[in-house]
T-cell receptor, first 112, second 112 residues
């Protein structure tokens, strides 16, 4: 299994631009999670899906952030418009029925 | 609300020293317990997990953890650390489904 696949690995964008992060979970995993990690705030859960349905989006910072999971093998996290304070590493993780998470390698986002 | 406490934010040890990282959780029901490791610049990886049975679980790289139900604890141990164990360690608790709750993490620095 290739694991959880995230793209891009690195993204540098200008303030105000739209950013789309992508995630392919492990086949058979029914839960998908988006996390953000910074030195200041640590690891933060943004949103999670179960069977492609958003269950808890209380961690989404504001309306500039949105996430979708159109099918079991793909999810996106979009920031529009992006701001410098959005700079962070964004991790996607998947799991099956309360088992441990498998994390992707992350997307390092820099907004200048 | 369920919470996970990791008492030590930063631990510094010399090589060959023994390690114990504390983890306590607040939920009183049936839980699944996990330890994750994040090496510098990498993503979180599952180190070990406990679902049921023998409360002493062994994970990769010589790590083990003991579940003590009466103390709501799941401490991580290693008899002799190596420089390569330098990383951040996260404890997590899951109530058999849905999302896990992560602790704030403990940074371990092993001096050569």
């Amino acid at each position: 299994d290739a694991g959880v696949i995230q793209s891009p690995r690195h993204e540098v964008t200008e303030m105000g631009q739209e950013v789309t992060l992508r995630c392919k979970p492990i086949s058979g995993h029914n839960s998908l999670f988006w996390y953000r990690q910074t030195m200041m705030r640590g690891l933060e859960l943004l949103i999670y899906f179960n069977n492609n349905v958003p269950i808890d989006d209380s961690g989404m910072p504001e309306d500039r952030f949105s996430a979708k999971m159109p099918n079991a093998s793909f999810s996106t996290l979009k920031i529009q418009p992006s701001e410098p304070r959005d700079s962070a590493v964004y991790f996607c993780a998947s799991s099956r029925e309360g088992n441990g998470y498998t994390f992707g390698s992350g997307t390092r986002l820099t907004v200048v | 609300a369920q919470s996970v406490s990791q008492h030590n934010h930063h631990v510094i040890l010399s090589e060959a020293a023994s390690l114990e990282l504390g983890c306590n959780y607040s939920y009183g029901g049936t839980v699944n317990l996990f330890w994750y490791v994040q090496y510098p610049g990498q993503h979180l990886q599952l180190l070990l997990k406990y679902f049921s049975g023998d409360p002493l679980v062994k994970g990769i790289k010589g790590f083990e953890a003991e579940f003590i139900k009466s103390k709501f604890s799941f401490n991580l141990r290693k008899p002799s650390v190596q420089w390569s164990d330098t990383a951040e360690y996260f404890c997590a608790v899951n109530r058999n489904a849905g999302k896990s709750t992560f602790g704030d993490g403990t940074t371990l620095t092993v001096k050569p």
